[in-house]
């Protein structure tokens, strides 16, 4: 699909005449900045070839999501089609999920031979962002829509506590603390409460037991899957950080992350599990420097707060009701993605860019939430 509608979306997008229109914001500029420093930190990369490979998807593919958002979603009404159609997505993946997800050698649930979402904690990452989509449907005036966001929304719960993702679970309860604090209709997540609830004794003693076992005395002898699981991550929470701190300008280099693993065990006659970082955050300052991940962090804080202020402009406000239900939803799953990053390496993913994008479109098409704006552009039907 990608080789088809590819090339006619960069056409669309080069000829749309808002094609810089993402730049606006402070945000367009740190990806601008992403960008231009990863690129800086593949030419002095350990792996020159495997970083430019990575840049060449990368950059194409991934980070112009965020561009294309700004350039296409033009008034309320586009930025609504856009979150339907992420509505659309959720539904696939759990369909896919039910279909043809299974547990892996751990009995942690994930779906095999998926190529994105083949590992548990993947899996969680993305069903915990996908839940404000779930969540929007819940808050429309629809019946049909609040049974089928509730419906989703429950089953989206239950696959998250089956992965026995930790990260997963604290970003699942993050997200569901603000939807609660801030939604203006919270009595319909209240009413969830009691299946949700019920869900967990479906769950495998196993799974439950992961969930809440956390120990910081885990070992490298450990024969318990979530301790030894803890031991690795710790291990390579730290190499990550050192590598960070020894190449803090440029990092690695993208994508070697395992590469400076490898030299770094023969050089220590250390053995290290050949994994990730298991944090995005490390995974960038370790791979590309400092730079790229500060930039990053401002793109995903900056959208995270043009969410809460048209939240807070649009509190309350009827005529803006629409508005303001996006913004929730919105900035609850970008704080969950936030958090659940901090478990999982998906630095060089289409989500943040998307979820960005979709935040900034919103931002610009209501003026920041400007009240009078909003009136005017849905009396014109553009909300």
């Known amino acids: 699909m990608s080789w088809v509608f590819g090339p006619a979306v960069l056409l669309a997008f080069i000829c ?8 606006q914001p402070k945000i367009g500029k740190c990806w601008a900045g992403v960008a231009f420093c990863m690129l800086g930190a593949s030419a002095f990369s350990m792996n020159r070839g495997e970083s430019l490979a990575l840049m060449q998807s990368y950059l194409p593919k991934v980070l112009i999501v965020y ?42 649930f994930c779906i095999p031979g998926s190529l994105f979402l083949g590992n548990s904690n993947d899996l969680a990452l993305s069903l915990v962002c996908s839940l404000g989509f779930s969540l929007f449907l819940i808050l429309q005036k629809s019946a049909f829509a609040r049974i089928l966001g509730s419906a989703e929304f429950l089953i989206t719960l239950y696959f998250i506590l089956k992965t026995g993702s930790r990260g997963g679970f604290l970003a ?27 869900l967990v004794a479906a769950l495998p003693s196993s799974i439950l037991s992961r969930l809440t076992k956390i120990d910081a005395t885990a070992a490298a ?23 960070a701190v020894t190449h803090p300008l440029f990092g690695t280099g993208p994508g070697t992350f395992m590469d400076a693993l490898w030299f770094d065990d023969v050089s220590f006659s250390t053995h290290t ?3 990730g970082t298991h944090n995005t955050y490390t995974q960038l300052a370790s791979e590309c420097g400092f730079p790229v991940m500060f930039l990053y962090v401002g793109a995903l804080f900056g959208s995270i707060g043009m969410n809460f202020r048209v939240m807070k402009r649009t509190r309350g406000k009827p005529e803006a009701e629409k508005v303001f239900t996006m913004a929730v939803c919105l900035l609850g799953t970008l704080v969950a993605y936030a958090v659940g990053s901090g478990f999982d390496h998906v630095a060089y993913s289409s989500t943040l860019p998307l979820y960005s994008g979709i935040s900034v479109a919103l931002y610009l098409a209501s003026r920041g939430g400007d009240l009078r704006w909003i009136e005017t552009e849905t009396a014109a039907g553009n909300a």
């Open 273 to 275: 599990a050949a994994l």
């Open 67 to 108: 561009f294309l958002c700004c350039a296409f979603a033009l008034t309320l009404r586009n930025v609504r089609t856009l979150i339907i159609g992420n509505i659309v997505c959720t539904t696939v993946v759990l369909l896919s999920a039910a279909l043809f997800g299974g547990a892996d050698e751990y009995g942690r």
């Open 172 to 198: 699942l309860a993050v997200c569901l603390t603000i939807w609660l604090i801030f939604s203006s209709k919270r009595g319909r997540l209240l009413i969830l409460a009691i299946p949700a609830v019920s």
């Open 221 to 243: 002898n450990s024969t318990d899957e979530a301790q030894m699981s803890q031991y690795e991550r710790t291990q390579l929470l730290e190499k990550s950080i050192r590598f």
């Open 16 to 23: 749309c005449g808002t094609a810089l229109r993402g730049l």
